[in-house]
């Protein structure tokens, strides 16, 4: 139990420390995240610039609090899409089940066939490379996974004797959904969420590399990983600062996204 | 005479927080002897004897004593001597048939596994080895059975085959854990009958686990009992049973299912009836009826068991009727009115109708504290303040014995006794004039089973309802029925007052359900006699 304890420490302390920098990446940054220095080109860690500077002289501490604020905002938000959508989509397809569960199931299934990046380069076409189209391609990108989670686990619990015991007691399906269906799908949708933000993460980064991220030269962590990749040899910084950004993140999200399914389960409190 | 296994002061502790699950136990078993050790769910009996065959769980540690098998302590033989000894000379049937053969090999494959590791012989005869033991535990072909898979034979076929599979061998001990329990009565006792009959012909002794004393007892010659992992008592079969020492061995012959008095059921128009009732389920083989067209009806204040073995569609007829399946023809009527799902009655039905589920781990949703549980019966009371609600909740917690407390925990913390009179406590809160329980206390320990009959009968007599109570298991029956209806492939073969049904039965089904438990004769001295009915004396003593 000792191990969980420790466990859920680091996971608050990361994300609380990636909040702080977020919010105060809005406020305040050392120097201009956009304020071009040829002077000071890729210069290494020192301590006027604690992360070394880039290509073209900014700043890369600056951008990366700055780049903080803009990943977390699209990742929360897509994984808010993707859950919101397909938890609704994969309780109504396992609950009413029929002709409706076929057709929209179908209909996922053939999301699914794409790669969700190539999905999400589609619709970006679509709804244009900014902040919001990000949100909104890589929401529907990666709402058939969840739906799936959620249909399979809602096709488990509803031949559940509770679920039986729920209707004898004369209950309406909405209710039942509500009450106890949901409940208890948490568990797999907090293990979903959680890793889909790494996922998100992952995803904007490439976008950006393929040029249809958040356009330069608002930075993201993504994209200045994608930028840094020319200058991998000469300066490694650039690649290494925001990579370690996003695993601590990612280490940090999953071991929080642990804390969370227990805290919600009821069987688990008190261990 | 030397022992085939002796067990001395054995102690196991669970490694980490030293709880000590099996308590100095201390036994002997000779070669051929069939011996039973019979205890609650964490007695211990388990865990003795996969000790015995080195197979305890690796989070249990031995602390104290010594197994000896031939002689040999088991402690100091090398995993290789050890693997020698599974299967050739000790073998093991567990209690799920379901899942102890795999799946994805064919019968003819798995039997001859073992052959080929602890045997001599060519492929032939190991062949004709096995189809001689096919057709010795009553496959009808053999040949055919060599090629199939296990999906494609019932429970009791498959614990056949896993017999085979351990006896092919000619093991000098059969562990066998639970071995029937997942099988119907009926079932249980073909499958005992062959157990016994295979190892007396080559000699091997049995140790049978078993939470069930009269199985044990029927088979057995002798019988130890344990309980959290001390052992109580250990004496000849028919002497604990005439004569037990132990006050806890005599709370287990008490618990044991005895007929109650019958009583007066009062004449007056059924509270609810049905009529052809007729279920279809719809398979890749064209639908499978699983009702023929039932007819049945309930007296108020009436208990009326529903008998039968696996698939013989009880457990529909109680869904049905409960308003879980749709019924393919048929109507169901409510204080002599049919009900249709569409208009008021069907909401009358429901307030009125309630369930009783056989598994208190599935029934009640787990992340629920108890007092919501119970609420949530109330929730479609109209009229009810919340005060009012809240009273209720506890009245209902009350009435099943349990503690106002309970009300704010959650089913994991609670006991699988416990959970049944929350189930319980959910079905009767709302007072319904019909209760259906479909097997509501055959998951439980013996006398923990005895404890929530004796309370589910007790609130049936306070609040008057009548019951449906879909059982596999006759002594349950006989305690609680006023009428008893037997079921057998979907159709009803033979209903009457229960004392004509035990006593009288017509049909010839309904003799093979009642040989299979026995009658009970309290004696003087505080134990019990077992009868059994219609049928030679049992195997074991013959």
């Known amino acids: ?271 | 005479m030397t022992a085939l296994v002796e067990v001395d002061g054995l102690t196991l502790e669970v490694g980490g927080t030293g709880t000590v699950v099996v308590n100095n136990v201390s036994l002997s078993l000779a070669p051929g002897e069939v011996l039973g050790i019979v205890g609650e769910s964490g007695s211990g009996k388990t865990l003795l004897a996969r000790a015995v065959i080195g197979l305890e769980p690796p989070a249990i540690r031995r602390t104290a004593g010594t197994i000896r098998f031939e002689g040999q302590d088991i402690a100091t033989l090398t995993p290789k001597a050890m693997r020698a000894l599974r299967g050739s000379r000790i073998g093991m049937v567990f209690q799920e048939p379901m899942t102890s053969l795999n799946p994805s090999m064919t019968i003819g494959r798995q039997l001859e596994e073992g052959l080929v590791l602890h045997r001599a012989g060519d492929a032939a005869q190991r062949r004709a080895a096995i189809l001689d033991m096919l057709r010795r535990i009553g496959i009808a072909d053999p040949e055919a059975a060599l090629v199939a898979y296990p999906h494609q034979f019932s429970g009791g076929m498959r614990q056949r085959i896993m017999l085979a599979s351990v006896m092919l061998l000619k093991p000098a001990l059969l562990i066998a854990d639970e071995p029937t329990t997942a099988l119907d009565a009926v079932v249980q006792r073909e499958v005992l009958e062959l157990m016994l009959e295979l190892t007396r012909d080559h000699g091997t002794a049995v140790l049978m686990i078993s939470h069930d004393l009269s199985m044990v007892a029927r088979y057995t010659d002798r019988v130890v009992v344990m309980c959290r992992g001390d052992l109580i008592e250990q004496n000849d079969t028919a002497e604990i049973l005439a004569r037990p020492q132990q006050p806890y061995t005599r709370q287990l012959l008490n618990a044991m299912p005895h007929r109650s008095p019958a009583r007066e059921v009062p004449e007056g128009a059924p509270i609810v009836a049905v009529r052809g009732l007729v279920v279809d389920y719809p398979g890749k083989q064209g639908t499978k009826r699983a009702l023929h067209g039932i007819d049945l009806s309930v007296q108020p204040r009436e208990v009326v068991a529903v008998v039968g073995g696996s698939g013989s569609g009880k457990t529909t007829l109680g869904r049905a009727i409960a308003g879980l399946l749709k019924p393919s023809a048929g109507e169901i009527l409510f204080a002599g009115r049919a009900i249709a799902k569409s208009d008021e009655s069907w909401r009358a039905y429901r307030l009125n109708c309630q369930m009783v589920f056989q598994d208190p781990y599935a029934s009640l949703d787990p992340r629920m504290t108890i007092g919501q549980l119970i609420g949530e019966a109330l929730r479609v009371v109209p009229d009810l303040t919340r005060a009012q609600k809240a009273a209720r909740i506890l009245e209902g917690l009350d009435e099943v014995g349990l503690e106002k407390k309970f009300a704010d925990r959650y089913p994991h913390e609670l006991s699988g006794g416990q959970r049944q009179r929350v189930a319980i406590a959910r079905a009767v809160v709302r007072r319904p004039s019909f209760v259906i329980a479909d097997e509501p206390v055959s998951a439980l320990d013996v006398t923990v089973r005895a404890q929530v009959l004796a309370l589910f009968l007790e609130l049936q007599q306070r609040h008057g309802f009548s019951c449906l109570f879909i059982s596999h298991d006759l002594g349950v029956v006989e305690q609680v029925a006023d009428r008893v209806v037997v079921m057998q492939q979907g159709r009803i073969i033979e209903q009457g007052d229960r004392d004509q049904i035990f006593d009288h039965p017509q049909a010839d089904y309904t003799r093979v359900l009642l040989s299979a438990i026995p009658a009970l004769e309290a004696v003087s001295g505080g134990g019990v006699q077992l009868k059994w009915r219609f049928d030679a004396p049992p195997l074991a003593s013959s």
């Not at chain 1, 608050?12 to 809005?26: F, N, P, T």
């Not at chain 1, 979903?192 to 030269?217: D, I, K």
């Open chain 1, 1 to 271: 139990m000792k191990r969980r304890r420790l466990n859920a420490v680091i996971g608050i302390v990361l994300i609380g420390a990636l909040l702080i920098v977020a919010i105060l990446g809005m406020i305040w940054t050392p120097y201009d995240p956009l304020g071009i220095s040829f002077g000071a080109r890729l210069k290494p860690p020192s301590p006027a610039h604690w992360l070394g500077t880039d290509e073209f002289g900014r700043d890369v501490m600056s951008r990366l609090m700055k780049g903080a604020a803009t990943s977390v905002r699209i990742s929360c938000f897509t994984v808010a899409v993707a859950l919101t959508i397909g938890t609704a989509l994969g309780i109504f397809t396992g609950f009413v089940r029929g002709w409706t569960d076929r057709v929209i199931m179908a209909f996922t299934n053939a999301l699914l066939a794409f790669p969700g990046i190539l999905l999400a380069l589609a619709l970006l076409t679509v709804v244009g490379a900014n902040e919001y189209g990000i949100i909104l391609a890589l929401g529907i990108a990666y709402t058939p996974s969840v739906a799936r989670v959620v249909r399979g686990t809602v096709l488990s619990l509803r031949e559940k004797e509770y679920i039986e015991a729920a209707r004898v007691m004369g209950n309406s399906e909405l209710f039942i959904m509500a009450r106890h269906i949901l409940p208890n799908c948490i568990g797999p949708l907090i293990v979903l969420g959680t890793s889909m933000f790494g996922w998100v993460l992952l995803a904007e980064s490439a976008l950006s590399f393929l040029g249809l991220g958040v356009p330069p030269p608002a930075p993201t962590w993504g994209n200045m990983l994608a930028s840094g990749r020319p200058f991998m040899v000469q300066a490694v910084w650039l690649g290494l600062f925001p990579g370690i950004c996003i695993s601590l993140t990612l280490l940090g999200i999953n071991l929080l996204g642990d804390v969370l399914r227990d805290r919600f389960d009821p069987r688990m409190r008190g261990l």
